[in-house]
């Protein structure tokens, strides 16, 4: 793809790696930008004006609706962002009525994040149109190949995060 550095690292020549390496990255990268625009194309056919970003800090309170909420650094984390970074986010997000936020009743120090009735509503909306997408693409293929495609892709994102270093997220830290 273009814009992305085809340079193998380190000292490695790209025989080494295998005939047909270079072809498999570059369909990795071209199925990670469509999903990207389909996520971004979902994302912009509501009035929201809610961000892939912001959905993929919300996702995890879709299933936390009873709840007592979820602490700021756990929606930080799953969304692959900093505390500070969700936590402007959050205040977006709040002051569109997407979201409540309070103090944890068992530590003050921690700030939980409630879906409000419409945030919940427009997240359910943007979830199944997103789905939608996904199943007219993904009935092309046959029972055989959806399921052998799944477990390759399951595969993958497993050697792909074994490979990913990256701070863990702390949840019982102050936000």
């Not at 814009?3 to 020549?13: C, E, L, M, R």
């Not at 879709?62 to 986010?89: F, N, Q, Y």
Request: glycine letters at 6%; charged letters at 20%; aromatic letters at 4%.
């Amino acid at each position: 793809m273009s814009g992305i550095n085809s340079a193998v690292p380190g000292d490695h020549s790209r025989a080494a790696f295998g005939e047909g390496i270079e072809e498999l990255a570059q369909a990795a990268d071209q199925l990670f930008y469509a999903m990207r625009r389909s996520r971004t194309a979902s994302a912009g056919q509501f009035a929201s004006g809610l961000s892939v970003a912001q959905l993929a800090l919300l996702d995890p309170l879709a299933d936390a609706i009873e709840g007592e909420g979820l602490p700021v650094s756990r929606l930080a984390a799953a969304a692959d962002v900093s505390v500070p970074t969700a936590t402007r986010m959050l205040q977006q997000l709040e002051a569109k009525k997407v979201v409540t936020r309070g103090r944890s009743p068992q530590d003050g120090r921690q700030v939980l994040v409630r879906l409000t009735q419409e945030g919940a509503q427009q997240l359910t909306t943007m979830r199944q149109n997103l789905r939608a997408r996904q199943f007219t693409v993904l009935a092309c293929f046959t029972s055989e190949e959806r399921r052998q495609l799944a477990a390759q892709i399951q595969r993958l994102a497993v050697m792909i995060n074994d490979t990913t270093v990256g701070p863990a997220a702390q949840e019982d830290e102050p936000e």
